[in-house]
């Protein structure tokens, strides 16, 4: 009997009421953003909805931009236990990266109707909503390094002089598929979903020909456009080069 009192004692203890409450206001707001629209929700709303006060909604989240932030998170933490059975599993690179983009297309799908209306604000390069903004730049980096393990635990050998380069441009190839999946109005996303698998399969190609020493000016003079035309990709590599 005593094992089995400490077998219960093992198992997960409740979330702390901090973070009940945290989750609660989150998911208040996201229902609403679908119910009414981002632009049309406001922080008095969700508190009303989600029965706290608008200053005990404020303490957690102290904009409704925040809120998407941390509907971000959300995403970025989902998204990493969805991966792991095929980055577990998987050693082909083309296999790998595909396996990824897929699996956030399933983690992202329930929030499709309104990705669109996050994205007008995300498109503003001074919203803190921005993938490339001071604010996004702990799930921009978490984002990064998924795909730092893509290409670590794949049989592709790759140049230790791009470690640091091919995993930007592959979150950034990602960014692009997320652009065309808020628009994609198709049954499922299936046209996103097969743009994912030829995307996955013409990057893993490309990588593979950039062991070839001819290919690596290349990769880097796409890596340094990006850089020095992406504010948050630019901050990024300045702080890196800080260090």
Known sequence: MKDEKNDGAKKAAPAPKSEQTRTLILETALRLFKERGYDKTT?????????????NAYYYFSSKEHLVQGFYDRISTEHRQAIRPVLDRETGLEARFGGVLT???????????????????????????????????????AAVSVHREVLAG?????????????????WLSQMGLVLFWVYDRSEGSERTRRLAL?????????????????????????????TDFLPGMARTAASRTAK
């Open 43 to 55: 922080m008095r709303a969700i508190a009303q909805e989600a029965g706290v006060s608008v200053g």
């Open 103 to 141: 699996a956030w297309l399933e983690v992202a799908e329930p929030y499709h109707e309104f990705a669109t209306q996050f994205f007008r604000n995300a498109a503003d390069p001074d919203s803190p909503l921005s993938p490339f903004s001071p604010e996004s730049e702990a799930t921009r980096e």
């Open 154 to 170: 794949s049989r592709t050998k790759i140049p230790q002089e791009l470690a640091d380069t091919l995993p930007e441009v592959m």
């Open 198 to 226: 030829r995307g996955a399969r013409l990057t893993a190609r490309s990588i593979v020909l950039s062991r070839f020493r001819v290919m690596r000016p290349l990769v880097r003079e796409i890596h340094g456009l990006f």
